[in-house]
């Protein structure tokens, strides 16, 4: 089935005075239609920035250096729509109609000076042509679905006026006003505690069985992705590294790298003395990236001549894709 | 909101008492009245003023009554008819003195701050939004130029150069055949064709300031995440800025716009004095100098007022402006 958006070597390099941070090089994925796809790794892989980069927000001193974008019709066999080479004006109309954006600071990503009710209704009148009447009822109604108590007053609330978990779930009401085919939800659960975050996650599974749209989480909780996610795409150093089934790669990864992050997590069950084994090494510095695998300094599965020389391909294997030399010879 | 209102008011009350009690305690701290100028002006001419006559002047104007006496004798006349007492040197009632000129203040004031707004404003906006743009570097250069040259040495060159090449008559608000004469459109017109140089010669260094404070304000907020949810919501770039971070970056603008308010009839005397304007300025001067105590006593109860009662309109701008303040206010 055609996926609903599908990222082609996206990149995105930060042009800073002592270098080049190439933060996102060469991401592929897709998101299938109406399901969740994670994206998780450590900080500074890029998952950020890959997200931000879909919707062409990234700022100075970033800039997406090249790659596709393609957003795909829901009637079959149109030529996918590539965001990157839009132009402004039809950017801004995929922007929250198509693709919507939760961020992970709900108090910094929403306007303190102004009610949740007018961010909401800027939204949908931007979109839609309809009154303020209309638009207000419809805020009103998000917020209600979102399981805001009391909307019709909290719809003339300020953000600073509500608790954390109750903000992020006014920004996932505004993201949703507009009934996107993809909600992009950038770590929404980071800045909560976690019994709120068991419940937004739930709210959005829930949301995402109503609207039927398609979601991009990403998270760097490999329990919060295996909680939430249909796929998981695992990101390392600007790269995807694996992209597969939530139940495949979380059980039986095939990427090295991949495997160390599960082993890293601990379990409930889990013996008290075992310790808990960390990725060995650590990330290289941002100006340097390891030649041939990039994750090879860190690899336990090094292979000598091969791993530091040779770029790997994606490969299929099982159900998963890897990008690993481990694979392939055989299946290829 | 009233309440609060209402407890400032009391307070302002109660702070002004104490200014207008220290103002006279001040006034009087320095050795010798106004009496003393009286002769010592004598003796400059060469007259000798018999003791007999000193004593009858301090009599007259009240300056042998113990100090207290003197104060509430004053205070009770501003207080209960609105009476500011008699200047000394110039014989007339204090109120009758300064009107005029207050109002001339006010006007110049009034005009340049228009004149600082209007250009800063947009330079500021522009500065912070084109970042190291060649624009903003030139906005920068002149800015600190103006905030560096000294008003009194801009209103000369401004002098010579409109006496040189425009053979404007210099100094002063009005031509010397409308000084005297009633007010008629003549003589409002040249009022206006004589007060754009003081307005730009006061506006010039404020100007500069505000960019500079405008700029540095609007960039701490261009990066902040609701401005990327602005962008993702699909807002056309400019309307964006202009209706969330720009917002933002005014809220320090509006804490302290109620400063303005005295320096509306006491700031510009430097100017005043090199450019011989008939404002308030000078007038002040000329009192602190001669002693004149019950007109410096009023003039500077006026600013005290003016003071007062322009933090008071601040907190309520920035009430008005900022749902953060407003709530708060609203509270307690």
Known sequence: MQPLLEVRELRTHFELGDGVVKAVDGVSLSVPRGRTLAVVGESGCGKSVTARSILRLVERPARIVGGQVLLYDDVAGKEPLDLLAAKDKRLRQVRWADIA????????????????????????????????????????????????????????????????????????????SCRPRLLIADEPTTALDVTTQAQILDLLQDLQQEFGMAIMLITHDLGVAAQVADEVAVMYLGEVVEQGPASAVLSHPKHPYTRALVRSVPRLGQRGQERLVAVRGTVPPPYERPSGCRFHPRCDAFMAGKCDVTVPTRVRSDEIDVACLLYGEEER | MLRFVARRLVWMVITLAAISFVTFVVIKLPPGDYTTTVIANAEARGQDIPDSQIAELKRHYGLDKPFLVQYFTWIKGVVLHGDLGQSFAWNQSVASLIGNRVLLSMVLSIASLLFVWAIAFPIGIYS????????????????????????????????????????????????????????????LLDLISHLWVPIVVVGVAGTAGLIRITRANLLDELHKPYVATARAKGLPEWKLLLKYPVRMSLSPFFSTVGWLLPGLISGETIVSVVMSLPTSGPLLLGAVKSQDMYLVGSFVLILSTLTVIGTMLSDLALAWWDPRIRTRFQKG
Do not use: C
Not at chain 1, 104 to 129: K, W
Not at chain 1, 139 to 148: K, Q, S, Y
């Open chain 1, 101 to 176: 954006m939760v961020f992970q600071e709900p108090m910094a990503s929403l306007s303190l000076v102004h009610t949740i009710g007018d961010q909401i209704i800027e939204a949908v009148r931007l979109h839609e042509n309809v009154g303020k009447q209309a638009a207000r009822d419809r805020a009103i109604e998000m917020l209600d679905r979102v399981g805001i108590p009391d909307p019709k007053r909290r719809v003339d609330s300020y953000p600073f006026q509500l608790s954390g978990g109750m903000r992020q779930r006014a920004m996932i009401a505004m993201a949703l």
């Open chain 2, 128 to 187: 912070a939004l084109r970042q190291y743009s060649a624009g903003d570097y030139f906005a920068s250069f002149l800015g600190f130029i103006g905030m560096a040259v000294p008003e009194f040495m801009l209103a000369l060159v401004m002098m010579y150069v409109g006496f040189r090449y425009f053979g404007q008559s210099v100094g002063g608000l009005f031509s010397p055949e409308y000084a005297d004469a009633a007010w008629n459109l003549g003589k």
